[in-house]
């Protein structure tokens, strides 16, 4: 679904702060992105999700080139990605059901169709009571479920998560982690990045190291 090789990225004329990275995310894929704050977990989240392109090398996603998508196909792909910012981007103007619908509204569905399913989602999330709430007043925790219910309610091919369990607390934590893992049951290809050790030794899952802008997978 996604294959990097021999990437490379740098930001204006700096040096490089990712390097020759070789590595493919495969159908119905979990695994966990992790290395050191500030080894360049969210920029490569970043890439994979085509918000920037690479300074050298080939990414493939989904069969295409990537630096070969024209401007009017890469909403198209991107749909098919859902990514979890970790600074949520949730739009302020708009109620917490609005935002998690935002994908779909996007794609001129009528709110009937999908009414049903936000509110279920909203709810699995812990957020059932605060649909019609708007972000200024959710707290930080509350605003990372809004942000993973938005990821999830388009029922991407790839979700992208990038600390996705750091503002809440543990049972909430294990209880999103469950979901992730349905969600890959049920056919979606999952990278969570995160420096939790302890969360990442719950599963059984692939792990893509970066270290000194370096990437190493261990299966």
């Known amino acids: 679904m996604i294959r990097f090789e021999n990437v490379g990225l740098r930001y204006g004329v700096g040096p490089e702060i990712l390097r020759d990275l070789s590595f493919e995310i495969r159908p119905r894929s979990f695994q966990f992105l992790t290395g050191p704050s500030g080894a360049g977990k969210t920029s490569l989240i ?12 080939l990414v493939t996603v989904f069969n ?14 991107r749909r098919r990605i859902g990514v979890v910012f970790q600074d949520f981007r949730l739009l ?24 049903t399913d936000v509110v279920e989602l909203l709810r699995w999330v812990g957020l059932g009571d605060r649909m019609h709430a708007f972000p200024p007043v959710l707290s930080g ?40 893992v349905e969600l890959n049951r049920l056919g979606t290809s999952v990278v969570i990045a995160t420096h939790d050790i302890n969360l990442m030794n719950q599963f059984n899952a ?13 299966e």
């Open 92 to 115: 302020d103007h708009l109620t917490t059901f609005e935002n998690v619908a935002l994908p779909l509204r996007v794609l001129n569905k009528e709110e009937a169709s999908y009414r």
């Open 141 to 180: 925790g509350e605003k990372q479920r809004a942000a993973i219910a938005r990821a999830l309610i388009s029922k991407p091919e790839i979700l992208l998560a990038d600390e996705p369990t750091g503002n809440v607390d543990p049972p909430l934590a294990r209880r999103l982690m469950r979901l992730f």
């Open 46 to 57: 970043r890439l994979i999700f085509l918000a920037m392109r690479p300074t050298r090398g």
């Open 206 to 218: 692939r792990r893509l190291v970066i270290e000194e802008g370096r990437l190493t997978v261990y």
């Open 64 to 77: 295409r080139d990537a630096a070969a998508l024209t401007k009017s196909e890469l909403p198209a792909v």
